[in-house]
Protein backbone atom coordinates (compact mmCIF):
# COMPACT_ATOMS: atom_id res chain seq x y z
CA UNK A 1 0.00 0.00 0.00
CA UNK A 2 1.09 3.54 -0.69
CA UNK A 3 2.17 5.60 1.79
CA UNK A 4 -0.95 8.77 1.88
CA UNK A 5 -3.27 5.84 0.52
CA UNK A 6 -6.49 6.23 2.11
CA UNK A 7 -7.90 2.59 2.20
CA UNK A 8 -6.21 -0.69 2.28
CA UNK A 9 -6.87 -4.01 0.50
CA UNK A 10 -6.32 -7.33 1.73
CA UNK A 11 -7.40 -10.77 0.54
CA UNK A 12 -8.26 -13.32 3.18
CA UNK A 13 -8.72 -17.43 2.91
CA UNK A 14 -10.49 -18.61 5.50
CA UNK A 15 -10.99 -22.47 5.94
CA UNK A 16 -14.58 -23.66 6.74
CA UNK A 17 -15.96 -23.94 10.15
CA UNK A 18 -13.26 -21.37 11.20
CA UNK A 19 -15.25 -18.84 13.89
CA UNK A 20 -15.48 -15.02 13.05
CA UNK A 21 -14.08 -12.65 15.07
CA UNK A 22 -16.06 -11.49 18.53
CA UNK A 23 -18.96 -8.94 17.60
CA UNK A 24 -17.34 -5.76 17.28
CA UNK A 25 -17.21 -1.95 16.82
CA UNK A 26 -14.71 0.43 14.75
CA UNK A 27 -15.40 3.79 16.10
CA UNK A 28 -12.88 5.64 13.31
CA UNK A 29 -12.71 2.95 10.66
CA UNK A 30 -15.27 1.95 8.22
CA UNK A 31 -14.84 -1.63 6.77
CA UNK A 32 -15.61 -3.27 3.28
CA UNK A 33 -16.10 -6.87 2.42
CA UNK A 34 -15.97 -8.31 -1.20
CA UNK A 35 -16.86 -12.30 -0.86
CA UNK A 36 -14.28 -13.72 -4.13
CA UNK A 37 -15.11 -17.36 -3.57
CA UNK A 38 -17.30 -19.46 -0.83
CA UNK A 39 -20.08 -18.84 0.99
CA UNK A 40 -19.69 -16.16 4.29
CA UNK A 41 -22.22 -15.59 6.71
CA UNK A 42 -22.66 -11.76 7.84
CA UNK A 43 -23.76 -9.87 11.05
CA UNK A 44 -24.28 -6.19 11.41
CA UNK A 45 -26.51 -4.45 13.75
CA UNK A 46 -27.73 -7.64 14.67
CA UNK A 47 -28.37 -8.70 11.65
CA UNK A 48 -27.26 -11.71 10.00
CA UNK A 49 -27.09 -12.07 5.77
CA UNK A 50 -24.80 -14.49 3.79
CA UNK A 51 -22.45 -13.73 0.84
CA UNK A 52 -21.90 -16.02 -1.72
CA UNK A 53 -19.13 -14.51 -4.71
CA UNK A 54 -19.67 -11.27 -5.83
CA UNK A 55 -21.57 -9.75 -2.59
CA UNK A 56 -20.17 -6.88 -0.96
CA UNK A 57 -20.96 -5.42 2.73
CA UNK A 58 -19.94 -2.69 3.59
CA UNK A 59 -19.91 -1.62 7.65
CA UNK A 60 -19.61 2.03 8.38
CA UNK A 61 -18.12 2.95 11.74
CA UNK A 62 -20.11 2.82 14.79
CA UNK A 63 -21.88 -0.19 14.00
CA UNK A 64 -21.28 -3.83 15.38
CA UNK A 65 -20.16 -6.42 13.32
CA UNK A 66 -18.57 -10.00 12.47
CA UNK A 67 -17.70 -12.38 9.39
CA UNK A 68 -17.14 -16.31 9.52
CA UNK A 69 -17.15 -18.57 6.41
CA UNK A 70 -20.45 -19.92 6.39
CA UNK A 71 -19.77 -22.50 3.35
CA UNK A 72 -18.31 -26.30 3.02
CA UNK A 73 -15.02 -25.27 1.60
CA UNK A 74 -12.49 -22.28 1.97
CA UNK A 75 -13.83 -19.18 0.92
CA UNK A 76 -11.97 -15.74 0.10
CA UNK A 77 -12.86 -12.36 0.27
CA UNK A 78 -11.33 -9.23 -0.16
CA UNK A 79 -11.31 -6.68 3.24
CA UNK A 80 -11.26 -3.29 3.02
CA UNK A 81 -10.62 -0.90 5.37
CA UNK A 82 -10.49 3.06 5.57
CA UNK A 83 -8.37 4.85 6.42
CA UNK A 84 -5.77 2.48 6.17
CA UNK A 85 -4.30 1.84 9.97
CA UNK A 86 -5.43 -1.51 11.30
CA UNK A 87 -2.26 -3.80 9.73
CA UNK A 88 -0.76 -3.19 13.29
CA UNK A 89 -3.61 -4.95 14.81
CA UNK A 90 -3.76 -7.44 12.51
CA UNK A 91 -0.35 -8.57 13.29
CA UNK A 92 -0.65 -8.67 16.51
CA UNK A 93 -3.69 -10.50 16.80
CA UNK A 94 -1.67 -13.23 14.68
CA UNK A 95 1.04 -13.17 16.68
CA UNK A 96 -0.88 -13.40 20.23
CA UNK A 97 -3.24 -16.22 19.00
CA UNK A 98 -0.82 -18.45 17.99
CA UNK A 99 -0.62 -19.79 22.09
CA UNK A 100 -4.27 -19.16 22.87
CA UNK A 101 -6.18 -22.12 22.99
CA UNK A 102 -9.80 -20.97 24.27
CA UNK A 103 -12.43 -18.20 22.82
CA UNK A 104 -12.26 -17.07 26.30
CA UNK A 105 -8.43 -15.86 26.36
CA UNK A 106 -8.64 -14.98 22.11
CA UNK A 107 -11.61 -12.87 23.28
CA UNK A 108 -9.13 -11.20 26.14
CA UNK A 109 -6.63 -10.37 23.39
CA UNK A 110 -8.89 -9.09 21.31
CA UNK A 111 -9.90 -6.65 24.28
CA UNK A 112 -6.40 -5.60 25.08
CA UNK A 113 -5.40 -4.63 21.54
CA UNK A 114 -8.54 -3.32 20.40
CA UNK A 115 -7.81 -0.41 23.46
CA UNK A 116 -4.90 0.65 21.41
CA UNK A 117 -6.07 -0.08 17.63
CA UNK A 118 -10.06 1.46 17.47
CA UNK A 119 -11.53 -2.34 18.40
CA UNK A 120 -14.40 -2.41 21.18
CA UNK A 121 -15.54 -5.77 20.98
CA UNK A 122 -19.02 -5.84 22.26
CA UNK A 123 -20.04 -9.68 21.86
CA UNK A 124 -18.85 -13.20 20.91
CA UNK A 125 -17.74 -14.80 18.09
CA UNK A 126 -20.70 -15.73 15.69
CA UNK A 127 -19.61 -19.42 14.46
CA UNK A 128 -23.44 -19.04 12.20
CA UNK A 129 -26.99 -17.86 12.95
CA UNK A 130 -29.29 -18.39 15.74
CA UNK A 131 -31.77 -21.29 15.19
CA UNK A 132 -34.89 -19.62 13.96
CA UNK A 133 -33.13 -16.55 13.18
CA UNK A 134 -34.41 -15.16 9.51
CA UNK A 135 -31.48 -14.98 7.53
CA UNK A 136 -30.86 -13.60 4.21
CA UNK A 137 -28.79 -13.77 0.80
CA UNK A 138 -27.10 -10.17 0.38
CA UNK A 139 -29.41 -8.43 -2.75
CA UNK A 140 -32.79 -10.31 -1.50
CA UNK A 141 -35.40 -7.89 -0.72
CA UNK A 142 -36.45 -7.71 2.95
CA UNK A 143 -39.88 -8.66 3.67
CA UNK A 144 -42.91 -6.66 4.44
Same mark, same amino acid.
Given at each position: ?60 ? %? ?5 ? +??? &?? /?? *? =? ?19 ? %? ?5 ? +??? &?? /?? *? =? ?31
Amino acid at each position: MDEGASYSLSEWEVEPGTQGPPIHIHHEHDEGFYVMSGHFGFVLDGVTTYGKPGAHVLVPK %GHAHSFW +NAG &AR /RG *K =LLLIVSPPDLKQYFRDLAAGL %GDIKTQE +NSI &AL /RK *K =LGQKHDIEVVGEAVPSPRSGERVRERGEEEER
